[in-house]
């Protein structure tokens, strides 16, 4: 992980090498009016989803006139810049070094639980060829397993889905409380199907404890979104 200071976004290393793609995760300070300000990036169309903590997955294959509901897009279609809007959710962008397809892809614990990840890796696959090898994989800054309490409501529907496991540490003081590592949910998902797991990179930071993000759970109402954003030149 490195941070570009200047500019106030994440990069993975491993993704800058590829060529023509464009990529970062946004600290709390970088607003997309400062994507319209950069000249580079004016051949580019920014789309937003309204997401709404489904599984519901957008292929884009038309530039959209307006935002689409759901929490995934997947795009072969150069010149577009895919954005996913978190605070304390993980932001996961994907790209196919091969078939130059990419995707970005917003996880909280509902989609998480609903598998959302791992159903854009299958629809990768199925919708344009993509192979697990050729995929390399960025998890953006997320709230991290130590800060990330949740009910026994949400255990409960991770459990119905056979999916819990080694993800929930119980409280030590709370009754009926766990700890969620809402990371090693994901990252499971991409290794069991097929991800190699060199190929999955992270920007280890919690958003809860870590200032230069925005947190929820920290912040509540005034908590804004921080961007995550994925998108191919020619
Ligand atoms: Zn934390």
């Known amino acids: ?31 997309d009016s400062d994507f319209k300000r950069r000249p580079e990036w004016k051949d580019f169309k920014l789309v937003f989803l309204n997401q709404i903590h489904s599984d519901i997955i957008q292929i884009i294959d038309n530039v959209p006139r307006e935002n689409l509901k759901g929490d995934a897009m997947i795009t072969d279609l150069p010149f577009l810049l895919l954005f996913i809007k978190t605070a304390d959710c993980l932001p996961v962008l994907v790209v196919d070094r091969v078939r130059r397809i990419i995707a970005a892809v917003h996880c909280g614990w509902k989609g998480s639980s609903k598998r959302i990840l791992q159903r854009v890796i299958q629809r990768m696959k199925e919708h344009y060829g993509c192979r697990s090898s050729s995929l390399l994989v960025a998890m953006g800054p997320c709230i991290g397993s130590e800060c990330y309490e949740v009910g026994e409501d949400v255990f409960q529907i991770f459990k119905k889905e056979d999916h819990a496991g080694e993800f929930f540490r119980p409280h030590p003081l709370r009754r009926r409380k766990y700890f969620l ?54």
Do not use: Y
């Not at 994440?10 to 300070?29: A, D, S, Y």
């Not at 919690?206 to 200032?211: I, L, N, V, Y």
């Open 181 to 234: 590592d809402l990371k090693g949910v994901n990252l499971s998902q991409m290794v069991s199907h097929g991800v190699d797991e060199k190929n999955i990179f992270s920007i280890d930071s919690c958003t809860h404890c870590d200032e230069n993000f925005l947190s929820f759970r920290r912040d509540k109402n005034k908590a804004g979104r921080m961007l995550s954003f994925i998108g191919m030149s020619l």
């Open 1 to 31: 992980m490195k941070q570009d200071s200047s500019k106030d976004f994440f990069l993975i290393p491993r993704m800058e090498e590829v060529p023509h793609l464009l990529h970062g995760f946004g600290t709390g300070r970088w607003k």
